[in-house]
């Protein structure tokens, strides 16, 4: 049986997701990590390809040129739901409201952004032949908002 050499979607993109939970989490316990969080900048799946100097650069870079417009849309769409989240997190680290505890914010982000990564795993593993449902992005959103407007 012949295999085909399809290129694939590459997961190492969401490591700078990842780092971010990791940092995140970490806050509770050194509040100089904000800093850090501060420092963190979004990129998209293009631009960290364009610069990676892995074998699966272009081949990762050529199969999301291959995804379907709305399904990459939505992805896309996803990464930007992680970064919104990432910063919300990271400004209410940094200027807590009365009655907002940091333990609070940090396990609400971290159990969305834990979701989030997941979604695009999910998304990334498939290849890009499955829809992430932008709606379900911005219902979680919403979700994480409410929770942190308490």
């Known amino acids: 049986m012949e295999t085909s050499q ?3 979607l590459s997961t190492d993109f969401l490591n700078h997701y990842s780092e971010a939970l990791m940092l995140i989490e970490m806050a509770a316990e050194d509040r100089s990590i904000v800093d850090d969080l501060k420092a963190w ?3 998209t799946y293009r631009e960290h390809f364009e610069v990676s100097s892995l074998r699966c650069a272009p081949s990762a870079l050529a199969a999301y040129d291959s995804v379907a417009p ?3 849309a939505g992805f896309e ?3 930007q739901s992680m970064a919104r989240l990432i910063s919300t997190a990271t400004a209410l680290l940094d200027d807590p409201r009365d009655g907002l505890e ?6 609400v982000a971290s159990d ?3 979701r989030q990564i997941g ?3 999910q998304f990334i593993n498939a290849n890009g032949a499955m829809d992430i449902g932008s709606i379900e992005s911005r219902a979680m959103q919403a979700e994480i908002d409410a929770l942190l407007a308490r």
């Open 102 to 107: 940091a333990t609070t914010i940090i396990e």
């Open 6 to 8: 399809q290129p694939r």
């Open 77 to 79: 769409e996803l990464c």
């Open 119 to 121: 979604r695009a795993t």
């Open 112 to 114: 969305a952004l834990r």
């Open 41 to 43: 900048r979004s990129i």
């Open 70 to 72: 709305a399904r990459r």
